[in-house]
């Protein structure tokens, strides 16, 4: 989109079929968004790193440039996480890119605060791509490493003042990462989420020597999150003196971070974090798309670490049982005797024993070495610190009776807690039978329908676009699951969608 920006109206066509379809779907975005449908076409570079250049100019034809942020980490040409400097660019690229975005910003007389984009090949070729006269939404991670209040700076430019910073004072200190936290659910193919939040409670800022962290908001505990605005929430940022801390710092901001009452895209962050290509700075612009292609909900948890939360959950257990005895310090703890507690996790299921002293549970399974566990869980927690054998984990907790669900660094896990006894009765339950939804297109989220590609009667095929649903200003195409004839459309383009509203019906 030629007045877009934020990866809007922007589209890939991979062949002569897709530039029709990816045409008009550029052009009505670019309307929504900016009020102005013209698109322009440019090459494609494949295996690309999306690298900016943040620029300062006043009035008077001074102009200086904070080194680079790279933006690669995206998913649908959105930027997801942004750091500062580019583990990927050398010094020689660097400086060749900074002065090109100043020749620019001088050549057209640009003043304030501005960003220059470009795209940057795997030989670190550079490409100018386009230049954003505004406040970048990263702008946080140069504040961080080049010590410099862009805020600040614009309105001293706005006021007529002369830049004080000259080229020669701009130095690199440290790094730093910034973590868009997104209403999205990584969970449904990071569909938007919206409703009320119940919980908001981001990790404390930071401000020390070694590290800092520091979290730009807008929303609140209590408030709604809405169709009619963009899915970023929050941008969680951490600073240190070198990439590997800045990111160690972010990982245990992402662990402390809770929202509840709308999905977020915290669990996919998390991930990120734990990724090795990302610890090696080794990605591109293709990164979410190649590491997780087929998104996150089908990612397991290692035995490993199955083993552990689930050791966990049974700790919670007991601690339970002790609570609902109104209990402290059993006696019986201090004697060695071991609790047995069956937990199950999907086809998995771990037999533990378990013994309770002061603060410490000793956990013991059959073929496997003992676990030594300290938590520091009471009733209504929501957030337990726990040392596994010295390894300190932060996991999220919902309890619903003995069933416990346990979040973790993406995963999920829940982990139904039972006595021997208890367990022996479970072959007697019958599971639950699945809902059938292929005779019906639900819609997936809240949303405008924008656009109806079929009628009744209409045989389709898989994989056919049936419609398409806008939410916080991202268009979504909704594809049939087999093939059919559409017997009933229930809804007319223009109205409001709620979650598992049936748009459509198959005979």
């Given amino acids: 989109a030629s007045a877009g920006g934020g990866g809007k109206g922007m589209r890939i066509a991979q062949d002569v079929e897709e530039v029709s379809q990816a045409f008009i779907s550029s052009q009505s975005e670019a309307e929504k968004s900016f009020g102005d449908k013209r698109v322009f076409i440019e090459k494609f570079i494949s295996k690309p790193r999306h690298i900016e250049i943040q620029v300062l100019g006043d009035k008077y034809g001074n102009y200086v440039h904070f080194g680079e942020r790279e933006c690669s980490i995206q998913r649908r040409n959105q930027k997801v996480i942004e750091e500062a400097p580019s583990p990927f660019l050398k010094e020689k690229t660097r400086s060749e890119m900074g002065k090109q975005a100043i020749l620019l910003a001088r050549a057209v007389k640009y003043f304030s605060a501005g960003t220059v984009e470009f795209i940057v090949d795997d030989r670190q070729k550079f490409y100018f ?3 954003n006269t505004r406040l970048q939404v990263e702008h946080p991670v140069t504040e961080l490493v080049y010590g410099v209040d862009i805020v600040e700076e614009m309105i001293r430019i706005a006021g007529g003042e002369k830049l004080t910073i000259k080229q020669s004072d701009v130095k690199i200190k440290g790094w730093a990462l ?27 800022n930071l401000v020390s020597q070694n590290h800092i962290v520091r979290n730009d908001t807008g929303v609140y505990e209590g408030g709604d999150i809405s169709i009619h605005y963009d899915p970023m929430i929050a941008k969680l940022c951490t600073w240190a003196k070198n990439r590997k801390d800045a990111v160690l710092s972010m990982r245990k901001a992402l662990d402390e971070f809770e929202i509840e ?3 977020s895209n915290l669990p996919f962050l998390s991930l990120v974090m734990d990724n090795n290509k990302f610890w090696e700075g080794n990605f591109t612009t293709a990164f979410i798309e190649e590491e997780y292609s087929d998104g996150i909900e089908n990612l397991e948890p290692s035995e490993d670490l199955q083993l552990k939360l689930s050791a966990v959950a049974a700790c919670i257990s007991l601690l339970m049982k002790y609570r609902e005895k109104l209990i402290i310090y059993d006696p019986i703890e201090d004697k060695g005797f071991f609790e047995h507690r069956i937990v199950i996790q999907g086809k998995s299921r771990f037999h533990f ?8 549970f000793v956990v013991r399974i059959k073929k496997k070495d003992n676990f030594v566990i300290e938590i520091d869980w009471v009733p209504g927690k929501t957030l337990i610190n726990a040392k596994i054998n010295g390894e300190e984990l932060i996991i999220k907790l919902k309890i619903n009776e003995r069933h416990l669900l346990l979040a973790y660094r993406g995963f999920d896990v829940e982990a139904n807690v ?7 009765f479970l072959k007697f339950m019958k599971p639950k039978a699945e809902k059938d939804n292929l005779n019906a297109l639900m819609c997936p989220m809240p949303g405008l329908l924008i656009a109806i590609n079929v009628k009744a009667g209409e045989k389709v095929v898989s994989g056919q676009v049936l419609c398409t649903v806008e939410a916080m200003k991202m268009e979504n195409t909704l594809h049939a699951k087999q093939n059919g004839t559409v017997k009933l459309v229930n809804f007319n383009e223009g109205d ?12």
Avoid: H, Q, W
């Fill in 496 to 507: 409001i969608l709620a979650v598992d509203d049936i748009i459509i019906e198959f005979a």
């Fill in 178 to 204: 910034e973590s868009r936290v997104y209403a999205e659910d990584p969970y449904r193919n990071f569909l938007p989420s919206t409703g009320r939040i119940t919980k908001y409670r981001p990790p404390e």
């Fill in 353 to 360: 024993e378990i013994c309770k002293s002061g603060k410490e």
């Fill in 129 to 131: 791509l386009e230049m």
């Fill in 261 to 263: 009452g709308i999905e």
């Fill in 418 to 424: 039972y006595s021997v006894k208890e367990s022996e």
